[in-house]
């Protein structure tokens, strides 16, 4: 009789976990070891199912944690993110084409259309990863119990400037690359920010009205999370990133100089902007697909 108690305890348990989540740890399991103990050229066709994993993984962790995901919420959505993801980093790559700040060794093995294919599936798996990774960060009581901060209010005033700040960046960027590349992970969201608001669109603006960071933070740490993991998966690859920073070329985390993880931060919103000027633009002007806070039960007011 107890052993069939037990059994049955164990069965529900092993029923509660989330399918996405066994999934995604069988991904990184097959693909992680292969990706770094094959000969030759391997990462070409392992990168995507090692970050469809890492994305199924997180994506079952949050499930786990508040019985809600990105996935779970509308599976449609989730893999329209994989969609909106590869042209969004083709963008990136269009402008490090004038910085020249990352390279791809191996990627002369390949003709261009190989090359374009490839590199655009492994690119559709960065907004899943860093969205889903910021939920998951939401979920931390420290974050839940963050106090509030400085307010901003996206006014008239406010919105152009930062606009007029962000066309500014992305000039001074194009125009001297050598001194002013890491304005690439800010150009983008003071452009992009801006026209989402006067568009309607959802952005981050509503939350920092009300001084609360959490959506921010949440994004920030999401991001930085996954900076740390392709950095990490990376390091053994082939064909792999290796970098060309100036002036912060020093005390390597992997192929990453320590001091380019910062990047990682600004980047996550700008990938929020990017997301929803696009999903603006097809009409889910205010949708609230993306939890990138906690519940508003929660929230100290400080």
């Known amino acids: 009789m107890l052993k069939g108690m037990n059994l049955s305890r164990y069965q529900t348990r092993i029923a509660a976990i989330p399918r996405q989540l066994g999934i995604g740890l069988a991904l990184i399991a097959i693909s992680w070891p292969l990706n770094w103990l094959l000969p030759g050229l391997r990462t070409h066709l392992l990168f995507f199912p090692l970050w469809l994993g890492f994305s199924l993984t997180v994506d079952g962790l949050v499930f786990l944690r508040k019985r809600t995901s990105l996935l779970k919420r509308n599976w449609r959505a989730y893999v329209g993110l ?3 993801s590869a042209p969004a980093w083709w963008l990136f790559e269009l402008i490090n084409a004038r910085t ?4 791809y060794v191996g990627k002369e093995s390949f003709t261009g259309l190989e090359y374009a294919v490839l590199a655009s599936l492994s690119f559709s798996t960065v907004m899943p990863a860093v969205f889903g990774a910021a939920e998951l960060v939401s979920t931390w009581g420290w974050l839940k119990n963050l106090h509030r901060g400085m307010v901003i209010k996206a006014s008239r005033a406010v919105t152009v400037a930062a606009f007029i700040g962000g066309l500014a960046m992305l000039a001074l960027m194009l125009a001297w690359p050598l001194y ?3 304005l690439v992970w800010l150009s983008m969201f003071f452009i992009l920010e801006p026209i989402n608001i006067w568009r309607g669109h959802r952005s981050l603006s509503a939350s920092l009205a009300d001084g609360d960071w959490r959506p921010i933070v949440s994004i920030w740490l999401g991001a930085l999370m996954c900076g740390f993991f392709w950095e990490f998966w990376n390091f053994y690859s082939y064909p792999r990133w290796i970098y060309h920073v100036p002036f912060v070329d020093f005390l390597h985390v992997f192929e990453m100089p320590i001091l380019g993880y910062g990047g990682y931060l600004p ?8 997301y929803h000027m696009v999903t603006g633009l097809f009409g889910a002007k205010l949708s609230e697909y993306l939890h990138t ?3 508003r039960s929660n929230y100290v007011s400080g």
């Open 180 to 182: 002013f590349f890491p």
């Open 267 to 274: 980047f996550g919103m700008e990938l929020f902007a990017l």
């Open 293 to 295: 806070e906690p519940y």
């Open 82 to 84: 994989f969609a909106v």
């Open 100 to 103: 020249q700040n990352w390279e």
